[in-house]
């Protein structure tokens, strides 16, 4: 059997969990992605997984969502904190495969999940914030405006790598910063 890491395979978790045992693991037949490496996928008993789920979830971090152009028969999210090793006989049919794109994305949730990415760094935030704030306040800083477009991109990639909305976050902290009125104006993320 041929598996390959990005498929989506139908997988059987139902007998996984002795009954009567409550668990938050995800059961029954349902799509999974295969995150193991191929080398990993070709020369052992079992391969590692990521259960979907079609239920509405709230926001998490490592949660990343499955369009039905994957294979699915309906909109779906990747639970990358479950991802867990299965036996390759749980397998049941290969259905589709995520997107270079998509896969990035579940690569990157499963860094935040083991710790592998910097956890948000509000100091940075509340730097970046006030060096937008600084150029603003003093024109003669950047007659160009290549400083303030430098800044606000840094500032849209970095709240954006972690799932969060810059507006919101530039505009909860530009008020811990001294702004005179006129100021505030111009700025308006």
């Not at 003669?140 to 969060?164: H, M, Q, V």
Request: aromatic share 10%; with cysteine.
């Amino acid at each position: 059997m041929n598996i390959f890491k990005g498929e989506i395979w139908k997988v059987n978790l139902s007998d996984k969990i002795k009954e009567g045992v409550n668990t938050q693991r995800q059961l029954g037949v349902r799509p999974c992605y295969i995150s193991s490496n191929n080398l990993y996928n070709k020369y052992s008993p079992t391969v590692q997984i990521i259960p979907f789920t079609s239920q509405e979830k709230k926001f998490s971090p490592v949660h990343v969502y499955i369009p039905m152009s994957c294979g699915l028969t309906k909109v779906s999210t990747a639970l990358v904190e479950k991802e867990t090793d299965i036996d390759k006989t749980d397998l049941i049919e290969k259905i589709g495969e995520c997107s270079i794109e998509i896969q990035k994305e579940i690569e990157r949730a499963i860094q935040k999940q083991k710790g592998m990415v910097e956890p948000f760094d509000i100091y940075r935030v509340k730097k970046l914030t006030n060096a937008i704030i600084q150029v603003y306040k003093n024109k003669e800083l950047d007659t160009s405006g290549l400083i303030k477009s430098a800044l606000l991109d840094e500032f849209k990639w970095y709240c954006g790598s972690y799932g969060y909305d810059y507006k919101l976050i530039f505009n909860k902290y530009k008020n811990n910063c001294k702004i005179e009125n006129n100021v505030r104006k111009l700025i308006a993320i």
